[in-house]
Every structure is written in structure tokens, then in C-alpha cells.
């Protein structure tokens, strides 16, 4: 990077389509998204019925379990509203011990150094290790060709027939934060000239693609493509005219839609030949399918919740063995084996108990709100964002905030990215020289929009 080999860097001006001060819709916010989307669904999936599924489980779920969920996304919303606030930042603030050095004012106090200097040849490494991580994952296919005439023939069932390796295919969901990042320097939240349609996007989507379709992982390609669009979204909005922001307002709705579309070609290729005699067309047995999906997650979380003792009195959390116990018990023949999700609202009240639920939503929650104000601040802690709007997406099938191994890479990658920015402040200092030179005026930016060019050194 040029701040290690002492040469001079110049802060990047601030886009245009900066979240601060700009619009963004409504569900970008987890607690209106809870309200607006997270609760209608379940409201959906539990009084739509089970007639529609596909599945052969035995029904578990009912009014008590939607009471559970109910009561928990509000405390999720209590926490979150509490998050988006600023009011916990204004407490630090004021608690926290003040600075004994003595600073130029004009020295930017308060520059989000990190932001500005995350160079994008990151993006190259993360690129690397993701690269490096499918190859491995795909190796079968490299040594069987044949395999992929099977799969796109509907024939093969490869999460049955083939094994990852633990700790080192797992690094595939680095795509998370990748995706997430690359949107963010398009959209000029962090330096960086990125074009929208480069060979770098292309092998990114494209490997998820070929994941998806090879792999059956559909998640997959929404885990790159979810982050890559919230990143861009601060300049999508800043460049969408009046009918441009209506559709984004009401994109939740459209959201089901788009899905169904893209699931049931898929599904197409993985299990419509096994399938067709049983139903009359294929748009039928998507729509169904999907359902099945998420009605069944919701109903094992509530069989998990009735054998597990939630409602027998006060239950304690449930520990990961005692509830994988009472999982793999329930699909030796009492649920379906197929449609395995397991729930995720109700998996996190199985595993912290009826006392401990209710106060660990609350942090939770308060944790979303904090995702959401470093995004609309432009922080490098809003790389968290995404992760907190993919768990809202699916809290009724995957709890993506509690015992899921496919955030820990990008958790890991997001924490040393913090911890560099943390300590670039002990590393770096600005040439006073420089600095009367080329910035006279204090605070200019907060008058012409942008951030003069300054001249960093390595202590």
C-alpha cells in the first residue's frame, strides 16, 4: 500500500451516492424490514396452512409456536430500534476517556482512515481465496467430467455423494464480505474505480453460478448477490428517478416473485424429473416446493421446541449436542428428511430456552441496528450489514446470527479488516506542511462535498 511505503495518498472524494444525508428504502432499516416483511411472513406461513407442502412430516406446528416467533422478532425490533438510534454511540461518547494529545483540528480527528485506505488489491486476495477454495470444492468434477452431463441430467444428488473439507472449503463464503465490498467501491463508499461489468464480476457471479447449479446451492449465489447490491445501493438510489424509487420501495413484495423465478429453474434441473408425474406443471411443483422449504423449517423449529421442553416449564438453553440429539431423533421418521431446515427463529428459542430468549433477542436486535447505522454512515463495520439483512431475509428457515458456520470466514476477514483500521492511526501522521498547503480552510468538505488531497507517512 502507498501508506507503508511512505508515499503520498489523496483521499478519494466523497460520492455522490453516499448514504449520509441520502435516501435509502424503508426495508434497509431491520426494524421497519421486521415490521414491514419479517412479520407478514410468518403471519403467512402459519395461517396459510400445510395442505400446500409437499412434505410428509408429521405436523407439529401451531398457534404456541407462532406466539414464539411473534414475540421474538418484536424483541428483536425493541433491540434494533434501540441500535439505529445513536443514542449507545452519544453514551460511548460521553463515557469514554478523552484524548490527552492536543491535535490540529484540521487533522481530521474524526476521518474514517480505513474507509479511505482499504486499497482494492484486497479484493484480489479475497479473490484468490475464494478461487483457490472452489477449486477444491469442484475437484470431483475435475477428476470425473462425467459427473456434470449427470447433474445437469437431474440423475445426481452430490451433497449425498460427495464430502467438503471442514476449515478449508468453508472459505467458499468468503463471498459474503467480497460481494459486499465490491459494491461498496461502486457505489463510492470506499476508494476504488470499479466498473460494473468487469472480468472480475463476471468470475465472481459466474463461479456461484456454476456452485449453484452444479451444487445445488442456490443460497450460494444470493450470499454474493445480496451484499454486492446492498454495497451498491447507496448509488443506485442517488441515481433513481421518481418510478425508480416507488419500485424500490415496494421491491419486498416483488422480492417472492423474483425468487420463484429463479428457484424453479433450478429446481428444474435438480428434482423436476423425479417429480413431473406427480404434478401437472412445473410452475405448480416450484411454487409448492418453495413453500414446503419454509413451512417446514418453521415446523421443525416447533417440533425441536415440543420434544425439547420449551413449553414444559422454565427451560434453560439447550446445548448444540442436546438439540442435534432431538434434530437427527426427529428425522429418523417423523419428519421429512428432505426438506432438513433447521428453522431459524425458533432454533435460536430452542437453544437459549424460554428465560434466556427474550434478553438475548434484545442484544441481537441491537446488534442489527448498529450493522444499519455504520452502513448509512459509509463505517467499515457496516461489512456486518449484509450478513444482518441475509438473517432477516430468512429468519423463518436459517439463523444466520446463531450457530451457522457459513458467516464465520467472513466474520473472521471482517474483524482483521477493523482491527488494521483501528490501529492506522497509530501508524500514520499528516504532514503539517502538506497540510497548510492544501488545506487551509477547516472542515472544508463539509462545505464543498469532498476531501482535499492529503499527504500520509509511515511513522
Known amino acids: ?73 418484536f424483541a428483536l425490533i425493541i433491540g434494533a430500534l434501540l441500535g439505529e438510534s445513536g443514542w449507545l454511540g452519544q453514551l460511548w461518547n460521553k463515557i469514554r476517556p478523552q484524548r490527552r494529545e492536543v491535535r490540529d483540528h484540521r487533522l481530521l480527528p474524526d476521518a474514517k482512515l480505513g474507509e479511505t485506505l482499504l486499497n482494492e488489491r484486497f479484493d484480489y486476495f479475497l479473490m484468490a481465496v475464494f478461487l483457490v477454495s472452489h477449486l477444491i470444492f469442484f475437484r ?52 476504488g474505480k470499479v466498473k460494473l461489468i468487469s472480468l472480475f464480476h463476471v468470475v465472481f457471479f459466474g463461479t456461484l453460478f456454476v456452485r449453484a447449479l452444479l451444487w445445488s446451492e442456490r443460497l450460494a449465489l444470493i450470499e454474493g448477490f445480496v451484499p454486492f447490491f446492498l454495497g451498491a445501493l447507496p448509488r443506485v438510489t ?61 415446523n421443525t423449529g416447533a417440533a425441536i421446541l415440543d420434544v425439547g421442553g420449551f413449553y414444559d416449564g422454565i427451560a434453560g438453553p439447550l446445548s448444540f449436542k442436546a438439540h442435534e440429539a432431538v434434530y437427527e431423533g426427529l428425522y429418523l421418521g417423523t419428519l421429512d428428511v428432505e426438506y432438513n431446515n433447521p428453522g431459524g427463529i425458533h432454533y435460536v428459542a430452542s437453544r437459549m430456552g424460554n428465560v434466556l430468549l427474550w434478553p438475548f433477542l434484545a442484544l441481537v436486535g441491537t446488534w442489527f441496528g448498529l450493522t444499519w447505522r455504520a452502513y448509512v454512515e459509509g463505517r467499515l463495520f457496516a461489512l456486518f450489514y449484509p450478513i444482518t439483512f441475509l438473517g432477516l431475509m430468512e429468519i423463518l428457515r436459517i439463523p444466520y446470527w446463531f450457530g451457522l458456520n457459513r458467516v464465520m470466514p467472513t466474520s473472521v476477514v471482517i474483524f482483521l479488516i477493523l482491527l488494521w483500521a483501528a490501529s492506522l492511526k497509530q501508524r500514520v501522521r499528516v504532514h503539517r506542511s502538506k497540510l497548510a498547503e492544501e488545506w487551509p480552510e477547516p472542515e472544508p468538505w463539509k462545505v464543498a462535498g469532498e476531501i482535499p488531497a492529503t499527504t500520509f507517512q509511515r511513522r
Open 1 to 73: 500500500m502507498n501508506l507503508l511505503r511512505g508515499k503520498s495518498y489523496h483521499f478519494p472524494q466523497r460520492s455522490a451516492a453516499s448514504p449520509v444525508g441520502g435516501w435509502l428504502p424503508w426495508w434497509t432499516r431491520p426494524s421497519r424490514m421486521m415490521l414491514g416483511a419479517s412479520i407478514p411472513a410468518l403471519v403467512i406461513f402459519s395461517f396459510s396452512g400445510s395442505s400446500v407442502t409437499l412434505s410428509h412430516a408429521q405436523h407439529f406446528y401451531g398457534t404456541r409456536d407462532f406466539l414464539v416467533a411473534l414475540f421474538a422478532i
Open 140 to 191: 470431483d468434477f475435475f477428476l470425473n467430467p462425467d459427473l456434470v452431463t449427470a447433474v445437469l441430467g437431474g440423475n445426481l444428488e452430490l451433497k449425498e455423494t460427495f464430502k467438503t473439507i471442514p476449515g478449508v472449503t468453508t472459505w467458499t463464503q468468503v463471498s459474503l464480505v467480497l460481494g459486499a465490498i465490491r459494491g461498496m467501491r461502486w457505489s463510492g463508499l470506499l476508494p
Open 238 to 298: 442517488a441515481s433513481a428517478g421518481p418510478l425508480g424509487r416507488t419500485q424500490l420501495r415496494f421491491l419486498p413484495l416483488l422480492l417472492p416473485v423474483a425468487v420463484l423465478l429463479i428457484f424453479i429453474p433450478f429446481e428444474f434441473l435438480r428434482s423436476w424429473q423425479y417429480y413431473s408425474g406427480q404434478h401437472s406443471s412445473i410452475f405448480e411443483f416450484g411454487w409448492r416446493r418453495l413453500y414446503t422449504y419454509y413451512f417446514e423449517a418453521m
